[in-house]
């Protein structure tokens, strides 16, 4: 049989059984092989059913899996048999269904435990930069789920709560927040120390376009209770911080309404850098992450870190074509 995947089409007319049995033969060392086997095996949802014989159901996807397979354990010095089969004797085809479901609904479990986890934690800061990791988890799980397992609703429905709840208290906590400019004259602005990327535009934005004779103040503490005229940014709990898939500068934008092209350009890159899900795919964001990683490890103060930083993003500012003084908002 040619294993390449370009054959899977014709060869999957020629298997009639309703599962695919992968029979594998693994050189006894090096030892890490049987291993990889059972990883590789565990990430295209195969049910072990003894030793070195796995079963997945018989669709032309599932065959292109095994192919694959059985190429890498080839490359490995091993071989393996691919065929298909109907249950006869010692298993049945609901036995086997059964086991399958079980697999997802451990992996079910895995997701809806992690959500509950987070929502008992009240970190809605968490959740939100959660909640993308916690969707892609459970679309991978979805993929393998072959015979669909009703604890794929409750996932679904647990998560689906969870981002509400996490927007809901975000509304929340920044409703006494918004409003106008006059409204942020000379206020402290907390944040977290170490500050990189998102903290040092979050700053640079806040004093250029929100509050001009706005302080920063940094703390190591993992949850800060603001005092009198005090704001938080980018931590715990902060009235300014990540909300849904966005990253602080984001919301900063959103919130105050700046409608300026250039700095939602900057927001784009912001957010490639800080997320690194490549949302926005900026070319630019690789550069002006360089150039900022270069900046923290020259300067280790917070402080000088934003002074140097804003200079920094007034340049990319006025590169991308906002105005070079006076900025106004829209």
Excluded at 58 to 82: C, K, P, Q, S, Y
Excluded at 86 to 93: N, P, Y
Excluded at 146 to 167: G, I, Q, Y
Excluded at 203 to 218: H, N, Q
Aim: aromatic share 8%.
């Amino acid at each position: 049989m040619n294993s390449t995947p370009e054959s899977i089409t014709q060869e999957h007319t020629e298997f009639a059984g309703r599962w695919l049995v992968f029979i594998a033969q693994v050189p006894p060392k090096p030892d890490y092989l049987r291993v990889k086997l059972r990883r590789r095996v565990q990430r295209i949802g195969a049910l072990s059913l003894r030793g070195a014989v796995y079963v997945l159901p018989n669709r032309e996807d599932t065959l292109e899996d095994f192919m694959w397979l059985r190429g890498e354990l080839i490359a490995d010095g091993g071989d393996a048999i691919v065929c298909s089969a109907r249950a006869v004797v010692g298993i049945t085809d609901a036995d086997l269904e059964r086991r399958f479901c079980e697999l997802r609904d451990a992996d079910y479990r895995d997701v809806i435990g992690s959500a509950q986890a987070l929502a008992r934690s009240k970190a809605y800061d968490d959740v939100t930069r959660e909640m993308p990791r916690l969707r892609r988890r459970l679309d991978e799980v979805t993929k393998l789920d072959f015979f669909d397992s009703p604890m794929r609703a409750d996932a679904l429905r647990e998560l689906d709560e969870l981002a509400a709840s996490a927007t809901q208290a975000k509304a929340t906590t920044g409703s006494a927040a918004r409003g106008g400019s006059e409204a942020f004259d000379g206020r402290t602005w907390v944040t977290r120390a170490g500050v990189f990327v998102d903290r040092i535009a979050s700053a640079w934005l806040i004093r250029r376009f929100i509050d001009p004779t706005a302080r920063f103040k940094f703390t190591s503490a993992a949850a800060y209770s603001p005092l009198a005229n005090e704001l938080r940014f980018d931590m715990y709990q902060a009235e300014y911080t990540h909300e849904a898939d966005h990253c602080t500068f984001e919301t900063l934008i959103n919130r105050f309404e700046l409608r300026d092209p250039a700095l939602q350009a900057i927001a784009q890159i912001v957010h490639d850098i800080d997320c690194k899900d490549e949302k926005f795919e900026r070319a630019e964001a690789a550069g002006i992450e360089l150039v900022l990683r270069g900046l923290a490890g020259a300067e280790p103060d917070d402080a000088r870190r934003l002074e140097r930083g804003a200079a920094i993003f007034d340049g990319l500012f006025a590169q991308l074509g906002g105005p070079v003084s006076d900025p106004a908002r829209d």
